[in-house]
């Protein structure tokens, strides 16, 4: 049976489609004062018994009871959105960013500071307050930067109180050494530093010395009088798993227990809950899962974070940490390194387990949405005329999604701005920074057509159902429809004709940019280094030639800016984000003859003119699983089947909607993104995601399950059944079609991979999993009788706590180095750490790129390392100078 002291009470099972379209903001004064209502409740319960207790206690009531509580605003971005970049034209903020603008701030103003906002910028993109002044590519391929995002977040408490309680700040410098000191940091496979550990020693002293302002203010009974916190968290993508995380770190940061045994939470002696989650789309897949499409997991801090706090049914609900969770999710997002964590999860048995008695569903006063479209038509990010769709701003589909998410969090107090006219004397009075800003009145435009056209999908969508159903018949719906726009063809369609007006970037303007890119970012890093120098732009304003000591010797810098159209051209580039060209015709072709091939089942490869699969991914720990191909194959007959009988009820013919059609597929012509067309085309890795197709059904996370069939390969930087501990891993694992063959650099993680074509004969119940050094080919041992381990399951959490559970293999040294080939590979590491240390580098950090394209690769033997590794060894002795 569950535990009443660590359950909520049980949800419901089924996700909800979204329902008809509602105004999000507030249509009446009296629906802002039963906002501001909520948001008062502690200071008038507190002055209610305050004058309770002067009643009984005989004495006169206290005029004195000015109190007031703190309500903090977190706002975690998703992947590669920036406010500082999207707030420039076209507009492309997100619904995080969207949001944040419209939240009350009290820290510019003058005055006791009560409402507090805080924004995160997403993975991938600057943030020169926790010290991140770049873009970093890998940030947006394996969401590097994510754990110091969401510790900043827990910093925002002591910046709050301070600037509360003291009139002072948490100044960056001050955070930067916090991050640095909570910080998990991979030493080695076998020594990852205890995050929660260094959580609790950075912030506790900060803690206890504003607990002990907060009772010296009492004590000298200082007006106000702080009450508690209350917080309300935002987060789309891997933003969303940033909030997610955040909550379940502050949650061990303030859980106190009572004397009976029930907790409370406190922050500096404060009660303080999380009056509200709100969440776009949540991806937490972190690190390899990311880009290597037939593995997913949870690395780094992703791993365990992402289940929902537990509650003690036993606290009232005004007591609890979460009171409010809604979830928005994406019904036609497929890109394979996209995986969803739903919120839904079996509730857990006295050990603390998940209890099995019990069916999957969502915990109390938490609910799950499905909306049409893909990731960022949810969480928004999108410009407008981006793919030729949502030629105007109020025709994005995310702006559905922005004010169901305003609406929620209104309902639950959360401190929005409003329309001006909303705003009666006595609400002005009570709260004067409540009129909405002129950029949150653009961003909250919303026309009428698509609100039609949304309602016609909406009352198509069919009933509420558990998740994964849902999201099998939307892929299924939304085949449909590709194999008409797609299949039968582009031309002639509304999205494609608006694509062929708007040409693409060419490769001269292509590379002009990145150059120019890099460049503004190397003159911003001169500048906060101090250095003394002529900019590039001003150089050429004051027509000079180029000279010493100008332009980092940015020779070309006159003829890229003529290539690009001009230095007003220069001066618009974004340097918070990585560049991105302009690609739409380019993306929307290769998509549609991917398609169109699958859809044939003709398996030539498609030509494309640019992509390289090569790449580096850092910070290797958690948990990767490999996803079952014989799962995919049967999703791949199953979208085919239904997908083609979607297409005879939405088209009579080709081109030609059905009756009743119309609007449903004027919202899919007009209004959905395609996601994958986009994703990685402009990057270093192969065009659109490899190994993946848009016949495969979403992989959906439920805390510890499933919708698709896993096994563990690696946890916490140890490969499952590695009879010994090494810095450097390669792995081969073979899959029947693809095969894949990884290189993994434990622990910088890098991971040259080779594409093959090669069918793998004959069925194979398990996965082919071998292990050998990277530096000389030599296969590791591994362990036997392991197999159970090894098989395919929907409930990998099980298996994984088997993983954990076994005892840790010993680390190669020179007295485990018992056999010939094992003392080979210690030597040469050795031999590699002598040459890094005389260089004072990382050898293991200097495989950059090593990657190749195969159409037959061995599986390293005992003692012959493969041609690609010998590959990976000449670059490296190249850049060590060896051999």
Known sequence: ??????????????????????????????????????????????????????????????????????????????????RHADERE???????????????????????????????????????????????SKGLIGAMGGENRINWGLTRLIDALRRNLLNTILDDSETQDLLSTMSTVMLTPELISNGKRNREQALRPLINQLEATLLSHKEQQKKPETLSLRLYVY?????????????????????????NGEPEYRFAGLPISIEFLGIFDTVAAVGLADSFPFAAGHMSWADGTMRLPDEDTRLPEDQRFLNRCVHLVSAH????????????????????????????????????????????????????KDQGKAMQEELLLSQITLHHMYREAFASGAPLLVPKEMISKDASDREPNLAMLDISKREFSISPMLIERFNAWQAKAGKEAPLEEIVERETELITGWRIDRYHNGLNGSSFYENVKRQPDESEAVWDARTRLHAHKLDEKKRERN???????????????????????????????????????????????????????????????????????GDWKPVEDDRGFLSGVIDSLSGVIYLINEEDEATQFKSIHTDGTAWYHKLFVDKGKVAPGYESLVALFDDHVHDSRAWFMNSSGFAPREVWTDYFRYRLVHFDQESNKSLTPLLTAGRVIGLAIAVGSIGLAVKRRDPRYLL????????????????????????????????????????????????????EPGTVLRQVQAMPLPQPLTEQTATSPELKKIFQAAQAAKAVADAKEGNPM???????????????????????????????????????
């Open 1 to 82: 049976m569950p535990s009443a002291m660590t359950q909520g009470s049980a949800g419901k099972a089924n996700a909800l489609i979204a329902p008809p379209f509602k105004n999000g903001l507030p249509d009446s004064p009296q629906a802002v004062m039963n906002n501001l209502s909520k948001r008062e409740r502690d200071e008038n319960q507190h002055i209610s018994h305050t004058r309770q207790n002067s009643l009984q206690a005989g004495g006169a009531i206290s005029s004195n009871t000015c109190c007031q509580s703190l309500h903090l605003s977190l706002f975690f971005d998703g992947t590669n959105n920036n």
């Open 90 to 136: 076209p507009l492309s903020t997100s619904n995080i960013a969207r949001l944040y603008h419209a939240t009350v701030d009290h820290s510019e103003g003058e005055g006791t500071q009560s409402h507090f906002r805080y924004y995160c910028p997403g993975v991938g993109t600057a943030f020169p307050e926790i010290g991140e002044h770049e873009p970093l």
């Open 235 to 259: 987060g789309f993508s891997r933003g969303a798993a940033e909030a997610r995380t955040f909550c379940n770190w502050l949650l061990e940061l303030v859980r106190k227990p009572r004397a």
């Open 333 to 384: 997002e497929q890109r394979a390194s996209f995986p969803l964590d739903s919120i839904r999860r079996r509730p857990r048995s006295e050990d603390g387990e998940p209890d099995k008695s019990q069916s999957s569903s969502y915990r109390a006063n938490s609910v799950e949405y499905v909306y049409p479209g893909m990731h960022s038509d949810v969480g928004g990010g999108y410009p407008a």
């Open 530 to 600: 101090g250095e003394k120098f002529v900019s590039c732009a001003e150089r050429l304003q004051a027509n000079r030639a180029l000279a010493e000591g100008d332009c980092s010797s940015y020779s070309k810098f006159d003829e890229d800016i003529r290539t690009v159209g001009g230095l007003g051209e220069y001066q618009k580039l974004e340097i918070e984000k990585a560049y991105e060209p302009t690609l739409d015709n380019r993306q929307l072709q290769g998509a549609a003859a991917e398609f169109s091939r699958d859809y044939r």
């Open 743 to 794: 290189g993994l650099m434990l622990p910088t993680l890098g991971v040259p991979v080779i594409r093959g074509k090669l069918p793998m004969p004959n069925s194979q119940s398990l996965p082919q999993v071998s292990a050998f050094d990277p530096l000389t080919g030599i296969a590791y041992p591994m362990m036997e009788g392991i197999d159970h381990l090894r098989a395919y399951t929907r």
């Open 845 to 883: 950090g200097l495989i950059d790129v090593v990657a190749g394209q195969l159409s037959d690769a061995e599986q390293p033997d005992k003692t012959k390392s493969p041609g690609w590794l010998d590959m990976a060894g000449d670059m490296v002795g190249n850049k060590l100078g060896i051999g």
